[in-house]
């Protein structure tokens, strides 16, 4: 073999090398925001089955609580988180995005989310006061455990998750204490629990989900939400405001990939795709397999994302 070949030969296995180290393409690859709540997770498995299907860039995802987030993003250690409520991020999207400018709002995700007070609607037929929370005031009792003392339990989620419970409570003056469940799944084992024996059960919950497919569940009234209410965060005494889900993206990602730039700014769907996700994981699938079933029996809402 002459020299001119064997350059020839090396250079192109070099190129080689060169591409397979880079996922194949050359495009960089693309880090999502996990946070521990079912409905994210779904999002990024969607968004990770088209970027590295139609795309090219290969996905890393990364668990993070919704606060540790933004300093990741605002550094450029990961792209994008998908699902940020908004409603108890407001001096976080003041600074990040409005005085930093080092996160991109990337846009609304499409669902409505709402969180509040739960009970089973049992509890409710039982006690038509325990509807609003004055009903509460006298029914510590009811809903006191062993933990609790002579005070009620009000069951929350994971404490990373944004809740003003302990707040609320206190404001209102009911003789309520918070416990914490740790995790979604901790959450939804002790509604599960309480509800196969019509026990009472106080908590915090959240839509879209379907929990609300599965059990029948009524929101306490709470005194309605208004923005001065929510000035002091100490002094919240009101109900949660609703939320317009939105994307957060690393302020240099249009610069990185404008083509995933785009299609995560495009991304939007309804919440009654997340709740036909969340089914399908009450039916038993993965993440993953819920979300494949998404992205091929909808191609037509997904390819509109695509620049």
Not at 196 to 202: C, D, H, N, V, W
Not at 264 to 270: A, E, M
Not at 273 to 292: C, F, H, K
Request: net charge negative; proline share 5%.
């Amino acid at each position: 073999m002459n020299k001119a070949k064997l350059f020839t030969l090396v250079a192109a296995l070099l190129a080689t090398m060169a591409l397979t180290a880079c996922g194949g393409s050359g495009d960089p690859d693309i880090t999502l925001v996990e946070n521990p709540w079912p409905a994210s997770e779904l999002n990024v498995a969607v968004a990770k089955i088209i970027i590295e299907q139609e795309l090219g860039n290969a996905v890393e995802i990364v668990a993070l609580d919704e606060n540790a987030q933004w300093d990741a993003i605002a550094a450029g250690d990961v792209d994008a988180s998908l699902e940020v409520w908004p409603g108890g991020h407001g001096e976080r999207i003041a600074e990040y995005i409005g005085e930093l400018g080092t996160v991109e709002d990337g846009g609304k995700l499409g669902p409505l989310g709402e969180i509040g007070w739960y009970v089973p609607t049992y509890v409710v037929e039982a006690n038509p006061a325990l509807a609003t929370w004055e009903g509460y005031m006298d029914a510590a009792a009811d809903f006191a455990t062993a933990e609790t003392g002579d005070n009620g339990r009000f069951l929350g989620a994971d404490p990373s998750w944004y809740q003003y419970d302990e707040a609320i409570i206190s404001n209102l003056g009911l003789p309520f204490q918070v416990v914490w469940a740790g995790s979604e799944e901790a959450m939804l084992a002790e509604v599960d629990t309480a509800y196969s024996r019509e026990e009472p059960i106080l908590f915090y919950f959240y839509s879209p989900h379907a929990i609300f497919s599965k059990f029948d569940l009524t929101r306490v009234a709470l005194p309605a939400y208004t923005d001065d209410c929510y000035a002091d965060e100490a002094a919240i005494a009101c109900d949660y405001p609703n939320d317009e889900l939105m994307k957060i993206l690393n302020a240099d990602l249009a610069e990185k990939d404008a083509d995933v730039h785009a299609f995560l700014k495009n991304f939007n769907y309804g919440g009654e795709a997340q709740v036909e996700m969340l089914a399908s994981l009450d039916g038993g699938m993965s993440v993953e397999e819920a979300a494949q079933a998404w992205v091929d029996n909808n191609e037509g809402v997904w390819r509109a994302w695509l620049p």
